[in-house]
T-cell receptor, first 112, second 114 residues
Framework: QKEVEQNSGPLSVPEGAIASLNCTYS??????FFWYRQYSGKSPELIMS????GDKEDGRFTAQLNKASQYVSLLIRDSQPSDSATYLC????????????FGKGTHLIIQP | GAGVSQSPSNKVTEKGKDVELRCDPI?????LYWYRQSLGQGLEFLIY????????KSGLPSDRFSAERTGGSVSTLTIQRTQQEDSAVYLC????????????FGPGTRLLVL
């Protein structure tokens, strides 16, 4: 059974600091990795996608992928109160009829 | 351009009634997905359409759930004889191509079964 694990938190980070969110996955053949942000009562919105080992940067966000360790992370630099949300890690194995397998999310709180 | 739209946004029904949820994907997106998010739970994958066909329906929770997609566009998720445990937010997503591509989510339908 495919599993995606995240620390549920809450993870509390001071404004302006770096928030580090982590995710591990069980399916070794997973090929596509996504970070979504979900505000309370809203639907998930895409933050980052990553497909290859290494780092991918987009503005204040950096996604890191290590397929050997089956580990994905998201770094948020210069954290803002508006970054307070639940961050969902999602994984797809590719090539089949499956959708994304989601973790249960990490609740991030940015303290002003 | 327009995103994924879903209707209704909220639905309250009585146990045992049938409900139909609708999803209109982003124009040009060939793949469409249904997920369910129960209170305090993660997103649960239900079914995926490539065009009008669903290669695998095993993610549907029970035989009371069915889904179809016509014209490669709009999809409906039907729940027959609703139960209280069906209460959840039902989310639809679409992507330009196969499942490995980025999925964009609609606002969801909040279903409450009394």
């Amino acid at each position: 059974q495919k599993e995606v694990e995240q620390n549920s938190g809450p993870l509390s980070v001071p404004e302006g600091a770096i928030a580090s969110l982590n995710c591990t996955y069980s399916d070794r053949v997973s090929q596509s990795f996504f970070w979504y942000r979900q505000y309370s009562g809203k639907s998930p919105e895409l933050i980052m996608s990553i497909y290859s080992n290494g780092d991918k940067e987009d503005g204040r966000f950096t996604a890191q992928l290590n397929k050997a360790s089956q580990y994905v992370s998201l770094l948020i630099r210069d954290s803002q109160p508006s970054d307070s949300a639940t961050y969902l890690c999602a994984v797809n194995s590719g090539g089949g009829a499956d959708g994304l397998t989601f973790g249960k999310g990490t609740h991030l709180i940015i303290q002003p | 351009g327009a995103g994924v739209s879903q209707s209704p946004s909220n639905k309250v029904t009585e146990k045992g009634k049938d409900v139909e949820l609708r999803c209109d994907p982003i124009s040009g997106h060939t793949a469409l997905y249904w997920y369910r998010q129960s209170l305090g739970q993660g997103l649960e994958f239900l079914i995926y359409f490539q065009g009008n066909s669903a290669p695998d329906k095993s993610g549907l929770p029970s035989d009371r759930f069915s889904a179809e997609r016509t014209g490669g566009s709009v999809s409906t998720l039907t729940i027959q004889r609703t139960q209280q445990e069906d209460s959840a937010v039902y989310l639809c997503a679409s992507s330009l191509g196969p499942p490995g591509e980025t999925q964009y989510f609609g606002p969801g339908t909040r279903l409450l079964v009394l």
